[in-house]
């Protein structure tokens, strides 16, 4: 499967953002999904992941905030990010994977979107 995040941009603390992951060349449906996000010079870290039958996960630095879900009619996952913060400026990924239960690794994920740049001002 190949993905493509969409969605990033420059916003200002306290805004949203909706982030698109869409899919191609499989279904989605066959795949649970995961976000990430990454800071210069740091690894990626886990911020949300959606199973198969749509059982959420979320770190816990943006639970309460960030809403992940998918339209599995159109291929795509979502990621909502409400009230945002400068310290959530990154690079957000999003990623597939059919390790079942709740991984949260980036070993645990297979394909990988490109990476869409999230900057917020303050």
């Known amino acids: 499967v190949q993905l493509q995040a969409s969605g990033g941009g420059l916003v200002q603390a306290g805004e949203s953002l909706r982030l698109s992951c869409a899919a191609s060349?499989?279904?989605?449906?066959?795949?649970?999904v995961g976000w990430f996000r990454q800071f210069p010079g740091k690894e990626r870290e886990f911020i949300a992941h959606i199973n198969r039958s749509g059982g959420t996960n979320y770190a816990d630095s943006v639970q309460g905030r960030l809403t992940i879900a998918r339209d599995n009619g159109k291929n795509t996952a979502y990621l909502q990010m409400n009230n945002l913060k400068p310290e959530d400026t990154a690079v957000y990924y999003c990623?597939?994977?059919?390790?079942?239960?709740?991984?949260?690794?980036?070993?645990?994920?297979?394909?990988w979107g490109q990476g869409t740049q999230v900057t917020v001002s303050s």
């Open positions: 060349g499989r279904s989605i449906r066959s795949y649970a």
């Open positions: 990623a597939t994977t059919t390790v079942v239960g709740w991984p949260t690794q980036p070993h645990h994920f297979t394909s």
